[in-house]
Nanobody, 126 residues
Framework: QVQLIETGGGLVPAGGSLRLSCAASGRTLNAYAWGWFRQAQGKEREFVAAVNWNGGFTASAESVEGRVTMSKDSARNAGYLVINNLKPEDTAAYYC???????????????????WGQGTQVTVSS
């Protein structure tokens, strides 16, 4: 069983930056694709960014394009999301997800992931 724990959320002024971390336990996630999603209050969970199993391919949502960097560290069994130039509309609970795979595909949809963290809240003040 895989457990994911996100950290790094908080209250940030608009224009600031945050680095979210996702620590995995229970299994080494070398052959896993990773993803980050977010869910604002009253809205559906939406894709933010993802990386394929070996880190060779990444994708990000249009709403955060150019402002996010996603990476994974197999040695630390962890994934990271850096968001720059934060905007009030980035306020949401952010979730990391992992999916075992042998494909080079980047997964961008909620139903494509099996394992999820509990989320970390990011609040951007205007």
């Amino acid at each position: 069983q895989v457990q994911l724990i996100e950290t790094g959320g908080g209250l940030v002024p608009a224009g600031g930056s945050l680095r979210l971390s996702c620590a995995a336990s229970g299994r080494t996630l070398n052959a896993y694709a990773w993803g980050w999603f977010r869910q604002a209050q009253g809205k559906e969970r939406e894709f933010v960014a993802a990386v394929n199993w070996n880190g060779g391919f990444t994708a990000s949502a249009e709403s955060v394009e150019g402002r996010v960097t996603m990476s994974k560290d197999s040695a630390r069994n962890a994934g990271y999301l850096v968001i720059n130039n934060l905007k009030p509309e980035d306020t949401a609970a952010y979730y990391c997800a992992a999916q075992p795979t042998s494909s080079h595909q980047v997964y961008t949809r909620v139903h494509e992931y099996t394992y999820w963290g509990q989320g970390t809240q990011v609040t951007v003040s205007s």
